[in-house]
């Protein structure tokens, strides 16, 4: 009974979003909890994270505040309790910072790549980087692939702020490689600015991807550890449901996105 409640109620709430005023009236009254995320706040995954996010707090009993805060700024918010949690992290975050409490109903998969203009380069495993010469980007505050990179490649890594930061460094050949996490990237080239880069600047290949995994919401493990269970539980419900999908599809519509492109071929003119 109390699942079909919850699921009846995600179908209503997705039409009470439409009214943000009438969200908010209803809820004023409620304990908020803040999140960071590792992008910006108008990314179209951001709009879909904040979405899905609302809606499952929302079932118990909570309000959601999204805060906007530079990548490698967002962690120490996290662990030191400024804000509840992070949206967004891979599954072994948990293990470089114990202050956090992993909520296990995954959001994504994560695939952490690496980009080259040359199509020979092939990047299977961490390890594989060592096989090459030059500076290998990647965006700072991704503490994963900072840490592989670093433990691997120690004196020749570069960072950048910004995807396209990354790839115009990569086509103007000013780095070898350029790392981040594969959603971001392709996500990044089906803006009407990635698209564009991608048409008139150098081929770019996918090298390969050095490690798979998934994406899982985190919460501050000193204050909100009990919640993480039944969070997890109302996200699986929320995936059964289709909530999850629908929502990004929503965002990335909005976001007037274009097909995803293929590296190393032309997108159409």
Not at 112 to 141: E, H, P, Y
Not at 228 to 236: D, R
């Amino acid at each position: 009974m109390h699942r079909r409640l919850l699921l009846q109620h995600f179908a209503g709430l997705g039409s009470a979003l439409c009214c943000p005023a009438l969200v908010h009236a209803s809820t004023t009254t409620r304990p908020v909890l803040s999140f960071v995320f590792s992008r910006k706040r108008e990314d179209p995954r951001t709009q879909w994270l904040i979405a899905v996010y609302t809606e499952a707090l929302d079932a118990l009993g909570y309000d959601f505040l999204f805060v906007e805060v530079p990548a490698n700024r967002a962690t120490e918010m996290s662990r030191s309790g400024e804000v509840d949690g992070e949206l967004g992290r891979v599954y072994r975050f948990a293990d470089l910072y114990p202050e956090l409490i992993r909520v296990e109903t995954a959001n994504n998969p994560v695939r952490f790549a690496a980009f080259s203009l040359d199509a020979s380069d092939t990047i299977r495993q961490w390890s594989d980087l060592k096989t090459l010469s030059g500076v290998v980007d990647c965006r700072q505050g991704i503490k994963e692939i900072e840490q592989a990179l670093n433990l691997h490649l120690p004196g020749h890594v570069g960072y950048v702020k910004t995807i396209e930061q990354g790839l115009l460094k990569l086509q103007e050949g000013r780095s070898r490689l350029f790392l981040d996490v594969e959603e971001a990237v392709y996500d990044y080239m089906c803006t009407d600015q990635g698209y564009a880069a991608l048409k008139t600047g150098a081929f770019i290949y996918e090298a390969g991807v050095p490690e798979a995994t998934t994406g899982h919401c985190y919460l501050n493990r000193a204050r909100h550890e009990a919640l993480a269970a039944p969070l997890a539980t109302v996200l699986l419900q929320m995936k059964e449901a289709g909530r999850h999908q629908l929502l990004l599809a929503k965002a990335l519509a909005a976001a007037g996105y274009h097909d995803k492109p293929v590296f190393g071929e032309r997108p159409p003119v």
